[in-house]
């Protein structure tokens, strides 16, 4: 079975300031790994995936994610906060492309002060 | 295109009494999710379809609980005789495939129980 944890339920960063958010996971075979991002008031939408290949995968909106395996970690960052990146950020893994059901992490909520 | 649809957005309720809670997934998605996202906490997976048949229904939480999909399309969750602690968000999802597929989640609909 698999499991994510998120470092941190609440982030606050400055505009322009970089953006981290922390994901660890435990999978007992090659993950594929997710994060989401949640507007108030909206369903989640797909930031980035990772399945195989390059470990630094981009998304959408400038963020970027590393799978590091030797540490189980893909840590979600962004160079440069603005004031639309405010929401709440999940991390999610399967275990491979069998698996139809993600695990989720409890989320980060980033605020972006001005 | 039109991306998944649930209704109600909101309902309150009385305890004891039942809901139903619909799911519009994207046309042509096979797979459909059921999830529970409560105050504070991560979501909670609750059941996937895939097509009409529900191979997992490990995360309902109580027999309370029970869901159907229609003509591959349509799901509905049903909530038997509510209680406070049902009163959560419960996000619909739908991907193309199970496994690496993106799930596209609706915007959810905020159950509360009196």
């Known amino acids: 079975a698999q499991s994510v944890t998120q470092l941190g339920s609440h982030v606050s960063v400055s505009e322009g300031a970089l953006v981290l958010l922390r994901c660890n996971y435990s999978s007992s075979v090659p993950p594929y790994l997710f994060w989401y991002v949640q507007y108030p008031n909206q369903g989640l939408q797909l930031l980035l995936k990772?399945?195989?290949?390059?470990?630094l995968v981009k998304g959408i909106n400038g963020f970027e994610a590393e799978f590091k395996k030797s540490e189980t970690s893909f840590h979600l960052t962004k160079p440069s906060a603005h004031m639309s990146d405010a929401a709440e950020y999940f991390c999610a893994v399967s275990e491979g492309s069998n698996d139809y059901k993600l695990s989720f992490g409890a989320g980060t909520t980033v605020t972006v002060r001005a | 295109g039109a991306g998944v649809s649930q209704s109600p957005s909101n309902k309150v309720t009385e305890k004891g009494k039942d809901v139903e809670l619909r799911c519009d997934p994207i046309?042509?998605?096979?797979?459909l999710y059921w999830y529970r996202q409560s105050l504070g906490q991560g979501l909670e997976f609750l059941i996937y379809f895939q097509g009409n048949s529900a191979p997992d229904k490990s995360g309902l939480p109580s027999d309370r609980f029970s869901a159907e999909r229609t003509g591959g399309s349509v799901s509905t969750l049903t909530i038997q005789r509510t209680q406070q602690e049902d009163s959560a968000v419960y996000l619909c999802?739908?991907?193309?495939?199970?496994?690496?597929?993106?799930?596209?989640f609706g915007n959810g609909t905020r159950l509360t129980v009196t």
């Open positions: 990772y399945t195989t290949g390059a470990t």
């Open positions: 999802a739908s991907s193309r495939d199970r496994g690496y597929s993106p799930l596209h």
């Open positions: 046309s042509g998605h096979t797979a």
